[in-house]
Every structure is written in C-alpha cells, then in structure tokens.
C-alpha cells in the first residue's frame, strides 16, 4: 500500500473503535515473531504530561548518544508523527510500509478465525516492527489509554513510569481515582523501578501495586523535588533534586509549571536508568531538556497578539493551563479559541480554564465526537460568547478581539490542535 492507500486501511479500522484487551495484540506481535522484545523500552503513562514527559526522556536518549525510537498517540497532524527515531520523524514511505507490513499478520489472525484488531493495535504493531527493522537500542513508549489493558502493554520495561493521576476516560477506566489508577498502576511489571509524581489516593494504589511487583518506587516529594527558578533567554531555568541520583539545574525549552514536574520525572526516570546505562549523564540530561520540543502544549506563537496552543482536554489539564497563563502573562487580557468533544468533561474543563472577564470564541475540533460550537458557547460565561463557523475563522476572530496586546489561546482538544497550529504556522509564514 501507498500512503493514501493505507489512510483508507486505517480509517476502515477505526469503525471498529477502542477495543480494550491484551489478546489482539498479544496474538499480532506472536505473529511477528515479537519485534517488541528486539529492543529495550521506557513505558510512559499518566492522565496528564506523559506525552511531554516522553518527549523529554527520548530527547535525553538522544542527547546520550543512544539510537532511540519514541511512540505517541494521537499525531496531530499525520500519522509518521507517532513514530520518532532520534527526533526524526518517520517518512509517510516508512509510515506505508510499515502499516502493509503489519497487515498481512492481521489478514492471517483473520483467516485463523481471530477478531479483528483496532486500528490503535495495528499502528502500535507496526511501531515496534520499524522500531526492530531500524535498529534502536531504547524506544519510549507512550500509553494509549490506560495503561493496565492498554495496547502498549505488552512490554518489559526498563523503567515504568506514571505522571499523575486524576480523573479520565470514566467510561473505560472507572468513576473513581482508585479505579483511573488501578490501570495506570498496571503498567509495573515484576522488579521494574517505577518514578511517579502520583499524589494521594493514587500514590497509595501505585506504591501497593510496587510493593505487590517488588518494584522499587521513586515518588516526587519522597524520593525527588523540583522547583522553578525563573525565566531566561525564553525559557524556564528548573532545579531538579533527584536525591542519591545526583542533581540537576537546567534551561527547559518547554513552559509551564506543569513541565517543571514532568522535567523531574523525566530526569529522574533517566538517571534510574543510568545506574545499568553509563552513557546517559548528567550533562546529557540538561542539554537535553534544553532543547527538548512537544508542538501543540503550551507552545508558544509570538507576534500582535501572542498565540498559545495547548491542547487541554480534561479539568486538570485546564486547571494547569490557566494557571500558566497567569504565570507567564499576568494582567493581559485572554480570549480563548476553544473546543472540546462532546464525551469530555466539558463543564469541567470550562470551570477551570474561562474566567468572567474573557472572551471566547467557540469552534468544533476536526472529529465526529465534537461539540458544535453553540453547544459549548451555551455552557459559557464571559464577557464575550460567540460560536465560530470554522476553525481559522475562529481563530481569525479571537485575534480581533484579543487585539495587538492580549493573547490568544487556542484549547480543548487536541483533535483542534492540530488543524490550528497549521493554520497559524501557514498565516505568520514560520
């Protein structure tokens, strides 16, 4: 198949929906003699920052001088962009053959009689097949959903590690915290050191479930801190106190008081791993996190007005957003490009991200699960309300109210993010 060919292959699959299980993908990987098991791996999950904190620990690899692969989910604009060796994304050719390649054992598990995989476990086959077929020696890999029942679950990790536990994809994971952090706490395997930043309820089920695996647990605020020092040069200087492991002061490229605690994760996941690793260093790991890129989270468009995109797509994510607004653009006026799919939290997300004095304009992200843009403008309060008909109108909109001196933060989705951040890349010709 051609690239084009294999978009159709993949859109065929995704009728088939989220499809939690092991023996799908458990049976592919058999048939492909498990490419998985030809590399070791870093496995990453969290309700909110794994995806940074993924971007991070690759980066890190990279900078060690170790061949490494990197997997995430969603792309946000094409699908090579979930696939990543050494900070280079794959090739819609590579992405192609990946995916003919990774068919033909779906095609097999299918005459043998088997269900159909989802279109999640076919890419995430393909990936550890590029991954063995190129050679790395590391590959971070980044949940899907979840973790216990997860695609992704199928590997023995290095190092496991959970960002943080609050509440999501209820329908799927539970209604509780205990519940979320039951599947995220089932990524540990036997004797794999586990790093968190887990607080409270979550913590507790992740240190039992460590203690159940005799896996050593490293917590922040037990066994590593971290604290923001300032900015500088357009970044954020962070200290990293990772205890027996060393310490570390660094430039983080990436902004917000949330990356400060997924920088400590990062780091500290990394030197977990440089006791058995003698190449990953503590120079490595600053020169890393300085340069380190995640698009679409709290990344930063200058101009008349500033542009921010994040996708925040839960309560806490916009809780965390807001409060880096405020920290990064004390007293400037904000008006929101906001939209948000129908199955998320959208009063929540709401509650914590808009305030009376913004202005909002609502937009439907690119996805059959979106709100429509005056349902989500109803749920709101704010000095301006109005629905947008497109994503770049909206956009183009939010401008004109924000004016040269405000800001713009496009948020809600990560299905909007990806479309707004090629629309504004294309009208300030970067």
């Given at each position: 198949?051609?690239?084009?060919?294999?978009?159709?292959?993949?859109?065929?699959?995704?009728?088939?929906?989220?499809?939690?299980?092991?023996?799908?993908?458990?049976?592919?990987?058999?048939?492909?003699?498990?490419?998985?098991?030809?590399?070791?791996?870093?496995?990453?999950?969290?309700?909110?920052?794994?995806?940074?904190?993924?971007?991070?620990?690759?980066?890190?690899?990279?900078?060690?001088?170790?061949?490494?692969?990197?997997?995430?989910?969603?792309?946000?604009?094409?699908?090579?962009?979930?696939?990543?060796?050494?900070?280079?994304?794959?090739?819609?050719?590579?992405?192609?053959?990946?995916?003919?390649?990774?068919?033909?054992?779906?095609?097999?598990?299918?005459?043998?009689?088997?269900?159909?995989?989802?279109?999640?476990?076919?890419?995430?086959?393909?990936?550890?097949?590029?991954?063995?077929?190129?050679?790395?020696?590391?590959?971070?890999?980044?949940?899907?959903?979840?973790?216990?029942?997860?695609?992704?679950?199928?590997?023995?990790?290095?190092?496991?590690?959970?960002?943080?536990?609050?509440?999501?994809?209820?329908?799927?994971?539970?209604?509780?915290?205990?519940?979320?952090?039951?599947?995220?706490?089932?990524?540990?395997?036997?004797?794999?050191?586990?790093?968190?930043?887990?607080?409270?309820?979550?913590?507790?089920?992740?240190?039992?479930?460590?203690?159940?695996?005799?896996?050593?647990?490293?917590?922040?605020?037990?066994?590593?801190?971290?604290?923001?020092?300032?900015?500088?040069?357009?970044?954020?200087?962070?200290?990293?106190?990772?205890?027996?492991?060393?310490?570390?002061?660094?430039?983080?490229?990436?902004?917000?008081?949330?990356?400060?605690?997924?920088?400590?994760?990062?780091?500290?996941?990394?030197?977990?791993?440089?006791?058995?690793?003698?190449?990953?260093?503590?120079?490595?790991?600053?020169?890393?996190?300085?340069?380190?890129?995640?698009?679409?989270?709290?990344?930063?468009?200058?101009?008349?007005?500033?542009?921010?995109?994040?996708?925040?797509?839960?309560?806490?994510?916009?809780?965390?957003?807001?409060?880096?607004?405020?920290?990064?653009?004390?007293?400037?006026?904000?008006?929101?490009?906001?939209?948000?799919?129908?199955?998320?939290?959208?009063?929540?997300?709401?509650r914590e991200l808009i305030r009376p004095e913004d202005a909002v304009v609502?937009?439907?992200?690119?996805?059959?699960?979106?709100?429509?843009?005056?349902?989500?403008?109803?749920?709101?309060?704010?000095?301006?309300?109005?629905?947008?008909?497109?994503?770049?109108?909206?956009?183009?909109?939010?401008?004109?109210?924000?004016?040269?001196?405000?800001?713009?933060?496009?948020?809600?989705?990560?299905?909007?993010?990806?479309?707004?951040?090629?629309?504004?890349?294309?009208?300030?010709?970067?």
């Amino acid at each position: 198949m051609n690239y084009e060919q294999t978009m159709k292959y993949l859109e065929n699959l995704s009728k088939f929906g989220i499809n939690l299980g092991m023996a799908r993908i458990k049976r592919l990987l058999e048939l492909m003699q498990h490419p998985e098991r030809r590399f070791k791996t870093i496995h990453v999950t969290g309700t909110n920052g794994k995806g940074s904190t993924t971007a991070m620990l690759a980066s890190i690899l990279t900078a060690s001088g170790i061949k490494n692969g990197m997997y995430t989910s969603p792309h946000l604009t094409d699908y090579p962009e979930r696939m990543v060796v050494n900070g280079k994304e794959m090739s819609k050719e590579e992405f192609a053959q990946a995916i003919t390649y990774t068919s033909q054992f779906v095609e097999q598990m299918l005459s043998d009689g088997f269900e159909q995989p989802t279109e999640f476990e076919v890419i995430t086959a393909a990936a550890f097949y590029y991954f063995a077929a190129i050679g790395v020696e590391y590959a971070v890999i980044e949940v899907g959903l979840g973790g216990l029942l997860d695609s992704t679950n199928v590997i023995i990790p290095e190092v496991s590690v959970i960002t943080n536990v609050t509440l999501e994809h209820t329908d799927r994971c539970g209604s509780t915290i205990a519940d979320v952090a039951r599947h995220k706490a089932g990524i540990i395997k036997d004797g794999v050191p586990v790093v968190t930043a887990a607080k409270g309820e979550a913590l507790d089920i992740i240190k039992r479930t460590a203690a159940e695996k005799g896996s050593r647990l490293y917590a922040k605020e037990e066994h590593f801190y971290s604290r923001f020092v300032g900015f500088e040069n357009g970044k954020q200087r962070v200290a990293i106190d990772a205890g027996a492991f060393g310490r570390v002061e660094t430039e983080l490229n990436l902004i917000g008081c949330h990356q400060v605690e997924n920088s400590a994760v990062a780091a500290t996941a990394a030197l977990v791993l440089a006791a058995g690793e003698h190449r990953i260093t503590i120079k490595a790991i600053k020169s890393a996190l300085a340069i380190v890129r995640w698009p679409g989270r709290f990344e930063i468009f200058p101009g008349a007005p500033v542009i921010i995109i994040d996708g925040a797509h839960n309560p806490d994510g916009a809780r965390v957003l807001r409060q880096n607004l405020d920290q990064v653009f004390p007293g400037r006026k904000i008006t929101f490009a906001l939209g948000i799919l129908r199955d998320k939290d959208v009063s929540g997300i709401i509650r914590e991200l808009i305030r009376p004095e913004d202005a909002v304009v609502t937009v439907q992200p690119l996805s059959y699960r979106a709100a429509t843009p005056e349902e989500i403008a109803r749920e709101i309060e704010a000095s301006h309300v109005e629905a947008a008909a497109s994503i770049d109108g909206g956009i183009d909109r939010a401008e004109e109210l924000a004016g040269a001196e405000g800001v713009v933060c496009v948020a809600g989705s990560l299905y909007l993010i990806g479309e707004a951040r090629q629309i504004i890349l294309r009208s300030r010709q970067m």
